[in-house]
């Protein structure tokens, strides 16, 4: 069945560092991919999406790749933030799975000043 | 607001009783969706709904686990006879079931089960 691998955390960095989340998938033929976002005590929030081989999402200077040759979707972010501190989740939805999504298990990150 | 949103948004309860968690979509999404999460855990399936219709559910939701969504507009999701190992956040979704279908999560109703 589908799966989704995310890198382990938790992910420390200072801020203004560069981010790099590493996300890779097990699907039949060509899932959407997902980020999600989630702060404390709350839901996900959608981060970016893209939905077919070589797109790229971005959002809120966030950005990942979808590359089917190495089935990856990795996140990415030039200069983070204290406030990007939060849970990262990267989704697929596959083609047969009627729209459900699979999630991997999250990575923390925490962005200090 | 026109998000998805979830009452009550904490919930505590004793072992044995039964609880019962609402959900309304957004409004023009056919699509809705129930997951579990647990800490440090991504969510996890549990049942969707087409409308009016439950269309899979997941093993993982046992016999004490109902959801309904009876004019296929707001679902309840209702747990019987809860145990300990139901503690966790229920995540309710929608989504428009359109190509790419974005499923947005609304803010979770934490259980725990004392």
Same mark, same amino acid.
């Given at each position: ?12 960095? @200072? ?25 404390? %005590? ?18 809120? %200077? ?9 089935? @990856? ?9 204290? &406030? ?16 459900? &999504? ?12 | ?50 409308? #009016? ?14 959801? #309904? ?8 999701? #209702?747990?019987?006879?809860? #145990? ?31």
């Amino acid at each position: 069945g589908d799966s989704v691998t995310q890198m382990e955390g938790p992910v420390t960095l @200072s801020e203004e560092a560069f981010l790099t989340i590493n996300c890779t998938y097990t699907a039949t033929g060509y899932p959407s991919l997902f980020w999600y976002v989630q702060y404390p %005590g709350e839901g996900l929030q959608l981060l970016l999406k893209a939905t077919k081989a070589d797109d790229k999402g971005s959002n809120k %200077g966030f950005e990942a790749t979808y590359r089917k040759e190495t089935t @990856s979707f990795h996140l990415e972010k030039g200069s983070v933030q204290v &406030s990007d501190s939060a849970v990262y989740f990267c989704a697929l939805n596959g083609v047969t799975n009627a729209g459900k &999504s699979t999630f991997g298990d999250g990575t923390t990150l925490t962005v200090k000043p | 607001d026109t998000g998805v949103s979830q009452d009550p948004r904490h919930k505590i309860t004793k072992r044995g009783q039964n609880v019962t968690f609402r959900c309304d979509p957004i409004s023009e999404h056919n699509r809705l969706y129930w997951y579990r999460q647990t800490l440090g855990q991504g969510p996890e399936f549990l049942t969707y709904f087409q409308n #009016e219709a439950q269309l899979e559910k997941s093993r993982l939701l046992s016999d004490r686990f109902s959801a #309904e969504r009876p004019k296929g507009s707001f679902s309840t999701l #209702e747990i019987q006879r809860t #145990e300990q190992g139901d503690s966790a956040m229920y995540l309710c979704a929608s989504s428009s079931g359109t190509a790419g279908n974005t499923i947005y999560f609304g803010e979770g109703s934490w259980l725990t089960v004392v």
